[in-house]
């Protein structure tokens, strides 16, 4: 939202905005004297619901550019926090950024950063946890995607999907408060979690591409109709 002072002498030209999340929609009201409304972005759910997640697996993951805002050192820390009381669980960075030298730096045990991947579906389907600990993140679409692969997301209270998760599945930006809610979440029962995965399957399912599209059509009429 800070980058839109940058375009402050335009945006007398505008009639409205659309924002991705409430978050994103409330950060802009100082800014923005006209009317806003919230559209959620949508996600390829069809793509990633035959994903079969381990959900015994005591497997995380993370899939997005690996920067400082994506929170990476956060989850970094949080797991070197798990690895004391779940010392074979796993971590998958997925994708590239500035701080994936750091992250191979690390030569923690356990802790993967194979790159970009074509196919994040086979690491979605090692794991039953899937983690975004951004900084500042308006409405990150992989959340979406983990959710239609039945994966267990856990989520920053700066993070825009926060508003579509249960209270208990969001964290503060602190690795031991990550790292608690992932054992938390590791300890589960397997039926507490298989139901978990499915709630997640159910409401990923309303961020179809269609869907979407609609409201982002109503929307537009309203704000023009003003």
Not at 95 to 101: D, V
Not at 120 to 134: A, T, V
Not at 193 to 220: D, G, P, T, Y
Request: charged letters at 25%; proline letters at 7%.
């Amino acid at each position: 939202v800070p980058k839109l002072y940058g375009y402050r002498p335009y945006l007398h030209m505008i009639d409205g905005v659309i924002a991705v999340s409430k978050m994103v929609a409330q950060d802009a009201t100082s800014i923005i004297q006209k009317p806003i409304l919230v559209v959620y972005p949508f996600a390829n759910v069809n793509y990633y619901s035959i994903v079969k997640p381990n959900l015994e697996s005591k497997n995380i993951v993370f899939l997005g550019r690996i920067t400082f805002e994506k929170g990476i050192d956060i989850l970094v820390k949080a797991f070197k926090i798990l690895k004391r009381e779940v010392p074979g669980s796993r971590l998958f960075i997925l994708s590239e950024g500035p701080l994936r030298r750091w992250v191979l730096k690390q030569k923690l045990d356990g802790l993967y950063a194979p790159g970009y991947v074509d196919d994040p579906r086979k690491y979605f389907s090692l794991c039953s946890i899937y983690i975004q600990p951004s900084r500042y993140d308006p409405f990150p679409i992989a959340v979406l995607e983990a959710m239609s692969s039945g994966l267990i997301p856990i989520v920053s209270e700066h993070t825009g999907t926060r508003e579509i998760l249960p209270q208990d599945l969001i964290v503060k930006l602190d690795p031991e408060d990550l790292a608690s809610k992932i054992l938390d979440v590791l300890s589960m029962p397997l039926h507490y979690k298989l139901e978990l995965s499915k709630e997640m399957r159910k409401i990923a399912l309303k961020f179809k591409v269609h869907q979407s599209i609609e409201r982002f059509r109503k929307a537009c009429h309203e704000i023009l109709s003003v």
